[in-house]
C-alpha cells in the first residue's frame, strides 16, 4: 500500500526557520516524482513545487521560487519542504503528493499525505 | 500564464445529476485531472486524464473535455459527495496548476 506520512503539526516565531518532511513507503521511492501543495485557511490548494527524489531534480511554482526548498533523501525515502526565515503568511496547511504515473513530473497526484499544519505567529 | 476558472459553487438535490466546470484556453489539448477535498481531509483524486477513474472511485464519477471547458460529472448524487472540488493541469508555462475550487452542495 502506498503511503505518504507527514510530519506532525508546527508552532513557529516570524523570522524562524523550518523543515517539515514528508515519508514514503510502498513503493519506489526514487522512482516517482513528489509534489508539494500550499492551502492557507479558507482557501484553495496552490501548487509550491515538485522534486524527483532520484535524483533531486526539482521545480518551483514561480510564486514559490526562492521563499521555500524542497530536498528528497531516497535513502530514507523521505521529502522535504523547509523555510529559512518564516512569515505570518506562511501560516498554512502542506500536503505532499506523489504522481499516480512514473514517466515524468507533470500528471495527477495519485497519493496524498495527511497534511502538516503550520502556523506562524508571534 | 495559464488560467483555469472554476464556480465557486454548485448545488444540487440528491439523486440529481451535478456538473462542476473547469474553464481555460484551449483546455480540451491538456489532461485535466480533478480531486475532490472535504472538510479537514487531503485531496482524493478522482478523476485523471480528462476522463479515468482511479481504483476505488465509483462510476458515478465521470469527466469530459473538450474546447475551453472540461466538466466532472456525479450522477445520482449523494449526501457524502459534498465537498470542494479542484481541476487541475499541467502547462508549459504555468507548470501545475489548480483551479480555484467548487464546493458541491447537496440541498
Known amino acids: 500500500e502506498v503511503q505518504l506520512v507527514q510530519s506532525g503539526a508546527e508552532v513557529k516565531k516570524p523570522g524562524e526557520s523550518l523543515k517539515i518532511s514528508c515519508k514514503g513507503s510502498?513503493?519506489?521511492?526514487?522512482?516517482?516524482?513528489i509534489g508539494w501543495v500550499r492551502q492557507m485557511p479558507g482557501k484553495g490548494l496552490e501548487w509550491m513545487g515538485i522534486?524527483?527524489?532520484?535524483?533531486?531534480?526539482?521545480r518551483y511554482s514561480p510564486s514559490f521560487q526562492g521563499q521555500v526548498t524542497i530536498s528528497a533523501d531516497k535513502s530514507i525515502s523521505t521529502a522535504y519542504l523547509q523555510w529559512s526565515s518564516l512569515k505570518a503568511s506562511d501560516t498554512a496547511m502542506y500536503y505532499c503528493a506523489r504522481l499516480r504515473s512514473s514517466s515524468g513530473y507533470y500528471g495527477s497526484l495519485a497519493y496524498w499525505g495527511q497534511g502538516t499544519l503550520v502556523t506562524v505567529s508571534s | 500564464s495559464y488560467v483555469l476558472t472554476q464556480p465557486p459553487s454548485v448545488s444540487v438535490a440528491p439523486g440529481q445529476t451535478a456538473r462542476i466546470t473547469c474553464g481555460g484556453n484551449n483546455i480540451g489539448s491538456k489532461s485535466v485531472h480533478w480531486y475532490q477535498q472535504k472538510p479537514g481531509q487531503a485531496p482524493v483524486l478522482v478523476v485523471y486524464d480528462d476522463s479515468d477513474r482511479p481504483s476505488g472511485i465509483p462510476e458515478r464519477f465521470s469527466g469530459s473535455n473538450s474546447g475551453n471547458t472540461a466538466t466532472l460529472t456525479i450522477s445520482r448524487v449523494e449526501v457524502g459527495d459534498e465537498a470542494d472540488y479542484y481541476c487541475?493541469?499541467?502547462?508549459?508555462?504555468?507548470?501545475?496548476?489548480f483551479g480555484g475550487g467548487t464546493k458541491l452542495t447537496v440541498l
Open positions: 522534486i524527483n527524489p532520484g535524483d533531486s531534480d526539482t
Open positions: 487541475q493541469v499541467w502547462d508549459s508555462s504555468s507548470d501545475h496548476l
Open positions: 510502498g513503493y519506489s521511492f526514487s522512482s516517482y516524482w
